[in-house]
């Protein structure tokens, strides 16, 4: 490890927050843990080498709080700053406000987030690059009366997507021209609301697509490719469950999938850990640049698990200034991993939040069984975040030994005083459309809940 950073600044909070004072701990680096009112009590707070309350529970008083977030990083002198991901992680001006003030930013320069971020941007840089996208707008749609003369001229189903942040929110999928202008307004309410840019642009909406995405890895000048995840098993465009490498994808199409993303990071001289997603047709086998995440994924052990290679250590090492010393033909995919998501919702009421105090937590283990969590018995789950409670990552030889023991480490998992997924994704990972990666983005929405539904009325 270099000497340049010997004290840090974790800028998130819950699992993410654990998973870097973690790698932070194996790399000898002194830790500083900002919280919330609500976070008080937390695991990060009790691991840190020290902690500083920032504001109130509300992420604009405290999380999204970049100015707060500065005065704590002055105050403790840190010489870098984690944004982990969410909150500020993508934030091009909180990027360069960090280093701006001295500090190190363990992330991207302020012009990759900015460049690849911007969802329209990137389609043109990957575009630029040589990388297939799909069709759809050049750039920013101005106005409802633009998108309906694009989409009439790609033809419909369209969608509709937020330019700045992800997640599934201000993103709407058109189906004829009678729907566009509303759908259009409320896209843009809905990102203007959630990221503060409202900006949209449009694409052609593909049916029974997988969602395939590459971690990548670059220091500015050495790219690497992980290898790819799948990440078909969504709800509302929210990933439920990943794995990697693709049940779906050929030795060629791999290679050739991770030289686009290569390609394109290289065009844009990448720094940092980031992930390229795709989009796939199964049926002719083509794929499609989706977008960029400039920032580490809630996603990332599944890579971790194949790899080998620590990617929350590799982006500090990389901010330090120090170079990858790896090449691709270095990198060796070893057997198979697969993570579910455990939220605290009750999926039979349309997976409404269900925050509250968790009476006892225990969690699974044995061989290639990974919990990466950061709650405990008597842990307040708050009400004013994502309702992540941790993440079940499962590593086997084959896939199907991967999902044997995924269901074995759900049937150990222990999360009792709160609602959580655990059943739905037992009963998910259980099911034969899964073991046949029978699965498409809207297979869950479409189809599977459909059939729980109908299951519960028959039981």
Request: hydrophobic share 40%; glycine share 8%.
């Amino acid at each position: 490890m270099g000497s340049k950073i010997k004290r840090l600044l974790v800028a998130n909070r819950g699992e993410i927050a654990v998973r870097i004072l973690r790698a932070c701990r194996e790399l000898g680096i002194e830790t500083v843990q900002v919280f919330s009112e609500a976070d008080r009590d937390s695991l990060a707070v009790r691991m840190a080498d020290r902690a500083v309350c920032i504001g109130g529970p509300k992420p604009q008083d405290s999380y999204l709080n970049a100015q707060r977030i500065l005065g704590a990083a002055s105050a403790l002198g840190v010489d870098a700053i984690h944004p982990g991901y969410g909150f500020l992680s993508e934030n091009a001006d909180f990027a360069d406000l960090v280093e701006a003030e001295g500090f190190i930013f363990v992330g991207p320069t302020g012009a990759s987030i900015r460049a690849m971020g911007d969802k329209a941007t990137a389609r043109k840089l990957a575009e630029e690059a040589g990388v297939p996208t799909t069709p759809g707008s050049k750039g920013i749609v101005a106005s409802a009366e633009e998108a309906a003369s694009i989409a009439e001229s790609i033809g419909y189903p369209v969608l509709l997507k937020a330019s700045a942040g992800g997640g599934g929110r201000g993103m709407r999928v058109v189906n004829d021209a009678s729907m566009i202008e509303k759908a259009f307004l409320e896209a843009s309410r809905e990102a203007m609301i959630a990221f503060g840019n409202g900006a949209m642009y449009l694409e052609k909406f593909l049916t029974d697509i997988r969602h395939i995405e590459i971690q990548v890895l670059g220091d500015g000048h050495n790219i690497l490719h992980l290898g790819e995840r799948d990440c078909s098993s969504q709800r509302r465009n929210q990933k439920l469950v990943e794995e990697s490498p693709s049940p779906v994808l050929s030795a060629a199409l791999r290679a050739k999938i991770g030289e686009a993303a290569v390609s394109l990071c290289r065009h844009v001289q990448y720094r940092s850990a980031g992930t390229i997603e795709c989009i796939l047709d199964p049926a002719s086998q083509r794929f499609y640049f989706m977008e960029m995440n400039t920032r580490i994924q809630v996603e990332h052990p599944v890579t971790e698990m194949v790899c080998g290679i620590d990617l929350v250590k590799a982006q500090i090492r990389i901010a330090s200034g120090e170079r990858i010393e790896l090449l691709q033909a270095d990198v060796r995919l070893n057997g198979h991993a697969i993570e579910c998501r455990i939220n605290a919702e009750d999926p039979e009421q349309d997976f409404q939040p269900k925050p509250g105090k968790v009476q006892r937590y225990s969690p699974p283990g044995g061989i290639g069984v990974r919990m990466d969590s950061h709650i405990f018995s008597g842990y307040v789950v708050p009400p004013y975040y994502d309702s992540l409670l941790g993440k079940v990552i499962c590593w086997g030889e084959s896939r199907a030994e991967a999902i044997a023991r995924m269901q074995r480490a759900l049937q150990e998992l222990e999360i009792e005083g709160v609602q959580t997924t655990r059943e739905f994704h037992l009963q998910l990972i259980g099911s034969p459309d899964f073991a046949e990666a029978r699965i498409h983005t809207r297979y869950i929405q479409d189809t599977y809940l459909k059939q729980l539904a109908e299951a519960r009325k028959m039981s």
